[in-house]
């Protein structure tokens, strides 16, 4: 199984319940079967096509493409799935902003837990 989002293998061996979000934030997985596994809640958004959760959130953020990838998210862009960025609620209620702000802390200190460690 990999992530859509990165392209990163995720160890599952099928067995128990599945709940994962991959480090690039993408909660959207391939198995070998090409068998595409999103979260129950996503599904049930494409289904009653009412997106109310973001593209970032289900297929991550990362630069990887694939053909997989590109289909999905032509699939959700279908329905009315949006990037956080182009949220116009996002960007009014400042959610947008404090998700960036989040991301940018985990950037500075990652970058200082890497340089402490190194020593």
Avoid at 16 to 25: D, I, V
Avoid at 92 to 117: C, I, N, V
Wanted: glycine letters at 8%; one cysteine or more; aromatic letters at 8%.
């Amino acid at each position: 199984m990999h992530c859509i989002g990165c392209g990163r293998n995720i160890p599952w061996d099928g067995k128990r319940l599945f709940s994962y979000t991959c480090k690039c934030g993408s909660t959207t997985f391939v198995g070998g079967d090409d068998r595409r596994y999103v979260r129950v809640s996503i599904e049930i958004q494409m289904i009653e096509k009412s997106p109310v959760i973001h593209l970032d959130d289900i297929v991550g953020e990362s630069n990887h493409t694939s053909k997989e990838k590109t289909a999905f998210i032509a699939q959700l862009r279908d329905i009315g799935f949006i990037w956080m960025h182009e949220c116009v609620q996002c960007k009014t209620d400042g959610t947008l902003q404090l998700k960036q702000e989040r991301e940018e802390y985990h950037k500075r200190t990652a970058r200082r837990t890497r340089d402490e460690y190194r020593g």
